[in-house]
């Protein structure tokens, strides 16, 4: 159907565009800025640069007119030869075109002179790009909206001729990370004013929900996604049939959970596509998804914009300088202002802020635009800005609100695109989890976990530890992964600078994803304040009364640690059960001796650690740290200041904030209720096919996943 009578004005589609003053205004106000920013960039670089000079004011003028038609030129070539030169290809293309079209406009105009070797266009181009992208900075108070500006003209040039979808489609936006405390006090303090501005208005409702344990992104995902959370017990894990440490943003190990967890019926089934999500939803289309290691399609016109566009990816590079000198500046304010908790930021988290604030949340952007364009049924997009800066500056410190702030001005933005198009969506904002704060157990007790448990065990060797320091490299490993598996020049050049010989790229940290040994006795995986841990040479599940019998000072030395809450551990005689420092819960039956250890994690926790523990390949023992009784921070067993994994805190708070219309009697407990819930709103907007014959989980978990299938897209010039 045509975008309901209630939310397109009727005067707006009878009035041709040159009438619509409205339209008209924005328009000449976008060339105005525009040619105004080039102007100063032109002005500025002339001023700087040797290489560089003109016989007057008209000369630069008229170069002005000259870069922005050439540059028009060039998109139109990189959107035409896109299928040829592949992702890559548009990429470095992209770049390339930049240096071009300053090289043609300087020589077409005959009052400009280069001065200098084949340097001097390469030098002009860089410095015109940087004044440029600062420019904009300024022009935008400082925000990084230049980008998703330019987005919203190209929509608006090109709204009449778009086809308006049948049916109302859903927009599910992903804010990774945060907590629905965290977000009511944002929208109270009146940081957001489109999301807290839809909620006051009443168009929207915003409620939290109970995570459960596991509290990270892809376990919520597998459940969100696919309705499959039980096949994630944490973040990483070991299982002892294979010998292998699973990492969920590790492609291959992502590809093969999809694999066991997939009916074929994920939400995003019926014509979806799944943007930089863990999982693809069993989505037609995957683009920069782990378990697909897939970039966008080559022929995918926002792919093609954004790395084509003065305001992408050349934008986007001089910007990530600038969040990389932004980094440094607030790491040394946190440690001359002695604030604490905190961690010690610095390496390659410099690189990956970076590239999550700034390259992959435009590149979302442009490529969620395209899908609303087309009329796409169901979007699910992550953006992982704010997890990623919150783990290390800290889930409430500045530098992490700026993150949402920024996410606040993307959604008002998406709202304005889809207010253009002749079709209609509804938005769903949700989170995954939360975060909870705190001093690690490393900066609180001098030692590791695995050195805790190496001292309580009889063992000959030191217990192999799997601990992560950063969860962002997985959108690179996945970027880079795809490149190397092409049969291509730009693969074989990807192979050979990275040593690849399997196809698969693992950037990042290796302690995180040890080897293990055949002989290897003990195992500890972290994930945030969530430990496992594994007795490897002893097969199956082992109960607490072997384990007491192996190690008897294990399970009493953990569970009266200063810096543990508890230990979950199968018992014969009642099955799991929850052993704290002076007393014990039994998680199936509730009983209680002694003082109870759970209260303090919430309502939910005996019920979430009962299906955590009884979920494959679950540790032995699942250690939880310690909760502060005042400031409930927790101590994460990774060197991260804002941790989520486990239970305590904020981190099992996630939130859901969507339209009014869809009322919710009650919040729903877990991601795999949330995916009902997403599940029977797309059936009333009509996108869920009725299948006689569904796919039986059984069954589907044996099969392949399927592979990634991309749709041609023609809906706009780049």
């Not at 979808?165 to 907590?179: E, N, R």
């Not at 995570?211 to 309705?227: C, D, E, R, Y």
């Not at 030395?557 to 059960?577: C, K, N, Q, R, Y």
């Not at 009983?591 to 955590?612: C, I, T």
Request: aromatic residues 6%.
């Amino acid at each position: 159907m045509a975008k309901p009578p209630e939310q397109v004005s009727g005067d707006r589609r009878r009035r041709p565009v040159w009438l619509d003053l409205r339209r008209t205004g924005r328009g000449l106000q976008a060339m105005l800025y525009g040619g105004l920013a080039s102007l100063i960039s032109l002005v500025v670089t002339f001023w700087l640069l040797p290489q560089i000079s003109s016989d007057g004011r008209l000369a630069i003028l008229r170069l002005v007119v000259l870069l922005a038609v050439f540059s028009v030129l060039m998109r139109w070539v990189l959107a035409g030869i896109a299928v040829l030169i592949g992702s890559i290809g548009v990429l470095v293309g992209g770049l390339l075109s930049q240096f071009a079209v300053v090289y043609l406009g300087i020589t077409v105009d005959p009052g400009v002179d280069l001065h200098g070797g084949v340097e001097a266009p390469l030098l002009v181009a860089i410095v015109m790009s940087s004044v440029s992208a600062f420019v904009g900075w300024v022009a935008y108070a400082g925000s990084d909206d230049a980008y998703v500006a330019e987005v919203m003209r190209v929509v608006h040039r090109r709204a009449r001729r778009i086809q308006p979808a049948p049916k109302t489609g859903l927009l599910i936006v992903q804010i990774d990370g945060l907590s629905a405390p965290l977000l009511n006090w944002m929208v109270l303090a009146g940081n957001l004013p489109n999301l807290g501005g839809w909620i006051r208005d009443g168009n929207h409702s915003m409620l939290s929900w109970h995570t459960g344990v596991p509290a990270t992104t892809p376990a919520s995902q597998a459940g969100i996604l696919h309705g499959g959370s039980r096949h994630i017990p944490a973040f990483r894990w070991y299982e002892k049939e294979t010998g292998r440490v699973m990492v969920t943003n590790r492609g291959r190990d992502a590809a093969e959970i999809e694999n066991r967890m997939s009916t074929g019926r994920g939400l995003l089934a019926d014509g979806g596509v799944s943007i930089s999500n863990n999982w693809s939803g069993d989505a037609d289309r995957c683009e920069l998804v782990f378990s697909r290691a897939g970039l966008p399609d080559s022929r995918s016109r926002g792919y093609v914009r954004f790395f084509s566009s003065p305001q992408g990816a050349a934008r986007g590079l001089v910007l990530c300088v600038a969040e990389m000198i932004k980094e440094l500046h607030q790491a040394r304010r946190q440690r001359v202002r002695r604030l604490v908790p905190r961690v010690k930021r610095g390496g390659a988290y410099i690189f990956l802020r970076a590239v999550t604030n700034v390259l992959l949340r435009d590149l979302n952007v442009s490529l969620i635009t395209d899908e609303l364009v087309k009329g796409t049924p169901v979007i699910y997009c992550d953006f992982v800005d704010y997890d990623e800066v919150a783990h290390h500056a800290g889930p409430t410190r500045a530098e992490s609100l700026q993150t949402l702030e920024g996410l606040d001005r993307v959604l008002g933005a998406l709202q304005r695109i889809i207010d253009i198009l002749p079709h209609s969506y509804e938005i769903v904002v949700l989170s995954d989890h939360g975060q909870s704060q705190g001093a690690t157990f490393l900066q609180r007790y001098g030692r590791t976990l695995a050195e805790v448990v190496d001292d309580l065990v009889d063992t000959t060797k030191e217990p192999v530890q799997a601990v992560g320091k950063s969860e962002g490299w997985g959108p690179v490993n996945a970027f880079l992964t795809e490149l190397s598996m092409r049969r291509s020049v730009a693969g074989s050049v990807t192979r050979k600078a990275l040593h690849v010989k399997t196809g698969e790229v693992e950037l990042g940290p290796k302690d995180c994803e040890p080897t293990v040994a055949a002989d290897e006795q003990m195992v500890v995986t972290a994930s945030g304040n969530l430990a496992l841990i594994y007795l490897a040479t002893t097969p199956g599940r082992v109960p607490l009364e072997e384990i007491e019998l192996l190690h008897p000072k294990l399970i009493p030395g953990l569970a009266t640690h200063p810096g543990i809450g508890f230990v979950v551990v199968d018992s014969l005689a009642e099955g799991p059960v929850a052993i704290g420092r002076a007393g014990v819960h039994v998680l199936r039956t509730g009983r209680v001796e002694g003082e109870d250890p759970l209260p303090p994690y919430g309502e939910h926790a005996a019920a979430s650690l009962l299906r955590q523990a009884e979920m494959p390949h679950n540790g032995d023992l699942v250690v939880v740290s310690r909760l502060d009784d005042y400031t409930q921070e927790v101590a994460a067993f990774e060197e991260l200041v804002g941790c989520h994994g486990g239970i305590g805190g904020w981190q099992t708070e996630a939130v859901l904030v969507h339209p009014c219309r869809w009322v919710l009697n009650e919040p729903p407990v877990g991601s795999d209720a949330v995916h009902q819930v997403l599940i029977d709103w797309l059936e009333k907007l009509g996108h869920r096919k009725d299948l006689k014959d569904p796919v039986e989980p059984e069954r589907a978990s044996e099969d392949p996943a399927p592979t990634a299938r991309h749709s041609d897209t023609r809906w706009m010039e780049a």
